[in-house]
């Protein structure tokens, strides 16, 4: 049986890309067909010296144009996954958290998070303990900005942390996860219900 995979799964953006690829192309090869065919269909019903420019006029091109406009919102959700794919955790440093986190605490991966002029790709992302913690390899994170968005994105929804922080360094971060887990730490529905709107606010 194919594994199904999920929004903020390991390695969530890449396969996501390769789908909206996918989705782009036909997306915009349905109203070309469409438009084709109209143009086909008119040039058989009418006289020989009938120009497809002449025969481009019919219900069948307005269909085609108006299937472009679902068409274009799908390119740029593709150019957004493709200009942020590279935010992600390499195999190397997912293998290193499934071998600390033996109590399989939710952990999600692969989050790219934006504000109104900022971006936050977040490539892996725990709550436990009324703490949200992230781990990033941008260069130029802007920490105190996303530590603000977070935190407002959490008050609209009734929802809150004890504290948010993200680190730069993984061996910090990947310590935290092992100190859950040597406690046996457990998750609660709230820190459930934060992931979920992390997930949700994620591309």
């Not at 120009?51 to 269909?63: E, F, M, P, Q, V």
């Not at 799908?74 to 958290?97: A, C, E």
């Not at 399989?104 to 725990?126: A, C, G, N, Q």
Request: glycine residues 4%; positive net charge.
């Amino acid at each position: 049986m194919k594994k199904r995979y999920f929004k903020c799964d390991f390695g969530y953006l890449v396969r996501q890309t390769k789908k909206e690829i996918i989705k782009t192309i036909i997306y915009f090869a349905i109203p070309v067909a469409i438009f084709i065919f109209g143009i086909i269909t008119t040039m058989m019903r009418t006289p020989d010296d009938i120009s497809w420019l002449t025969a481009r006029y019919n219900i069948l091109t307005l269909a085609a144009v108006l299937g472009l406009l679902p068409a274009s919102r799908q390119l740029i959700s593709m150019l957004m996954f493709i200009k942020n794919k590279k935010h992600h955790l390499d195999d190397d440093k997912y293998g290193r958290i499934c071998e600390v986190n033996v109590n399989d605490l939710r952990i999600r991966y692969d989050l790219f998070m934006t504000s109104y002029d900022k971006t936050y790709p977040v490539l892996s992302m725990i709550m436990a303990d009324d703490v949200l913690l992230g781990y990033t390899e941008k260069k130029d994170f802007a920490y105190e900005d996303f530590y603000k968005h977070i935190k407002s994105m959490l008050a609209k929804n009734g929802l809150k942390a004890g504290s948010v922080k993200v680190f730069d360094d993984f061996e910090k971060y990947l310590g935290r996860i092992r100190v859950y887990n040597e406690n046996k730490t457990v998750q609660t529905d709230k820190d459930r219900e934060v992931m979920r709107l992390m997930e949700n606010l994620s591309l």
